[in-house]
């Protein structure tokens, strides 16, 4: 079993920046593949990126050149460093872990970008 609690959500200005966490309990976090979603209001959950147990990473185009996923392995945690956020950008991001062929799901954090 797998738990995962995010933070770092909040009130941004466009062209500002965020960093989300989510750290992870239980599993083997190591090999585990993380993924960052979010779901806006009215709209379907959306990958935002995912990060490998070797590193190699993964964007939607959205988010390319502005967003960063990195992990601590050691600390059980996945980052995702949000540059230059757009009011696009506003949803409930979702932390998941793919572990031994399961999902896991936080509970989301809120970010809403707003002048």
């Known amino acids: 079993q797998v738990q995962l609690v995010e933070s770092g959500g909040g009130l941004v200005q466009p062209g500002g920046s965020l960093r989300l966490s989510c750290v992870a309990s239980g599993g083997i976090f190591g090999i585990a593949t993380m993924g960052w979603y979010r779901q806006a209001p009215g709209k379907e959950r959306e990958l935002v990126a995912l990060i490998g147990g070797g590193g190699v990473t993964n964007y939607a185009d959205s988010v390319k050149g502005r967003f960063t996923i990195s992990r601590d392995n050691v600390r059980k945690t996945v980052y995702l460093q949000m540059n230059s956020v757009k009011p696009e950008d506003t949803a409930v991001y979702y932390c998941?872990?793919?572990?031994?062929?399961?999902?896991?799901w936080g509970q989301g954090t809120q970010v809403t970008v707003t002048s």
């Open positions: 998941k872990c793919t572990s031994s062929g399961r999902d896991y």
